[in-house]
């Protein structure tokens, strides 16, 4: 069945780094965009990040732009977001997730546990 694992989430300080893991397994992962997504407490979903199955086409929404990037290594099948410049706002329980497609902006079908990222001083 189709499998995400998410690590690599912690405690960090307002302007630190941190780099978030997903191993996936289950399905051919070179054929499916992938993405990350994000649950702060007492809000709602919202997609930080999606990359094709190639790795060529990327999206970020304005709220991590320039400051998270979207990584994947097919070989490995693991999915990869190096966060950078990291804020109190992003706070939040990561998911790696399984789209529908190939491309970017597919729904979402499957998702992981979650790995909580914590951005205080």
């Known amino acids: 069945q189709v499998q995400v694992v998410e690590s690599g989430g912690g405690l960090v300080q307002p302007g630190g780094s941190l780099r978030l893991s997903c191993r996936a397994s289950?399905?051919?992962?070179?054929?499916?965009?992938m993405s990350w997504v994000r649950q702060a407490p007492g809000k709602g979903l919202e997609s930080v990040s999606d990359?094709?199955?190639?790795?060529?086409?990327?999206y970020y929404p304005d709220s991590v732009k320039g400051r998270f990037t979207i990584s994947r290594d097919n070989a490995k099948n693991t999915l990869y977001l190096q966060m950078n410049s990291l804020k109190p706002d992003d706070t939040a329980m990561y998911y790696c997730?399984?789209?529908?497609?190939?491309?970017?902006?597919?729904?979402?079908?499957?998702w992981g546990q979650g790995t909580q990222v914590t951005v205080s001083s």
């Open positions: 289950g399905f051919t992962f070179s054929s499916y965009s």
């Open positions: 990359i094709d199955r190639g790795g060529d086409n990327t």
């Open positions: 997730t399984k789209t529908m497609g190939s491309v970017v902006h597919r729904p979402v079908d499957s």
